[in-house]
């Protein structure tokens, strides 16, 4: 640990200890040039109760368990996320044809849309299963939120979604300038759009709802 991350904890340990408030640490510590995001990780190391000194949280450790379960819900999710886009992008081209399609192009999509359906039949499932495994066991112990692996691969879902999006308005406006803004590629990109923008938000929903349990 840094030597100015060891003052930093000592100092809100002491100050905690001779029950100073919370806000008035913090506020302290931010007019002395400590970034809030800092000050506020150095408080919620400390359980907020009425004891005569400092209660610590449980550290939470890096388990195999907790990485196997957190690994398998964002690699199914990546997986129905990407299926979903293709199938609904296959449907989009099937409900309107491009007449500059090669012969065979009916053929791949039908083998693409296979992949999609039987992807999203086993991805899904378990993405879900996983999902639901994981809140019931955030409910019984909501400092596993404090864990590194899913801080991690959330904030890492994060900056995907966010790329997605980049990427999805600068080729909608490309396509803008340039004239070609057809139903196809306007229902495709609002595809995208609807996908990584509810992956997006539903993941940041749940960082902020960790924050406000802190």
């Known amino acids: 640990m840094a030597a100015g991350s060891r003052e930093l904890d000592a100092f809100v340990r002491d100050a ?123 409910a019984a112990d909501p400092d596993r939120r404090r864990s590194a692996v899913r801080q991690w691969l959330t904030w890492l879902t994060l900056f995907v979604a966010a790329l997605v999006l980049i990427g999805d308005m600068i080729a909608l406006v490309h396509g803008l300038l340039g004239g070609g803004l057809t139903v196809r590629f306007v229902l495709k990109a609002a595809i995208v759009a609807a996908i990584a923008g509810t992956v997006f938000g539903w993941y940041l929903r749940d960082l902020r709802r960790g924050e406000a349990m802190a």
């Open 16 to 138: 905690l200890q001779r029950g100073i408030p919370r806000a008035e640490v913090e506020a302290v510590l931010v007019r002395a040039g400590w970034p809030a995001e800092r000050v506020r990780t150095a408080l919620d190391a400390w359980v907020d109760l009425d004891f005569p000194i400092p209660v610590p949280h449980p550290r939470q450790s890096l388990s195999a368990r907790d990485s196997f379960l957190h690994l398998l819900l964002f690699a199914t999710l990546y997986i129905s996320a990407w299926h979903l886009g293709s199938l609904l992008f296959d449907l989009v081209n099937l409900a309107f044809p491009d007449s500059a399609e090669l012969a065979h192009a009916a053929q791949q999509r039908a083998n693409s849309m296979r992949w999609s359906i039987a992807s999203l039949t086993i991805a899904f499932p378990v993405f879900v299963f996983m999902a639901r495994l994981l809140a019931r066991e955030l």
